[in-house]
């Protein structure tokens, strides 16, 4: 069981911290609203995934592989949501996180949660987690507890390195146009999950 957890863990790291939509995401949010302010949004990509996890250890997951319409809406779904959060991202307002003005409103933690539901490569995550580290029988109910242990670890591992590069990337931006070329880079970065979703 050791060795299954760890060989697990390995497998939903590896998925966790490679760049993607959601390191994107929450490394523009540090960048722009700060290390604190980030971390709701960090809160609610890991209850998305929790959700998901649910969804695919009751059996709903497996619809997507069954209907092969459901899964192209989702991708459709996915990246609309995606090419929308790029465009919020490239024409971020140039903000000073030191300054007495009421701060802008940083990216609400219900995002972070519907991108993972309209995410297809986060259901084939939860798909391939439950299929290869989930046990048959009376154990059943117990591995999938330890799957949704085992992401909501490497989340916020994962999380927090990429909020925490963001936060660096955004005191090391002094200018107004370091800024824009940063947003725009990012929110390019961003759309170009897109291609990852119809891969």
Known sequence: M???FFSMLGFLWVA????????TLLTSSGANYGFLRSLPLMIGIMLGMQCILLLVACGVGSL????PALHLI?????SAYLLWLAWKIGTATYERLETD??????IPFWQGGLLQVINPKAWLMALGAVASFSLAGSEYLHSVVLISIGIALVNIVAGVIWIAFGSLIGKLLRSRRAWAIFNIFMGLLTAACVLLIWH
């Open 2 to 4: 050791e060795t299954l």
């Open 74 to 78: 989702l991708k459709i779904a996915g």
């Open 101 to 106: 003005a009421p701060a802008p409103a940083p």
């Open 64 to 67: 997507i592989l069954v209907y």
């Open 16 to 23: 966790a911290i490679t760049p993607g939509p959601n390191n």
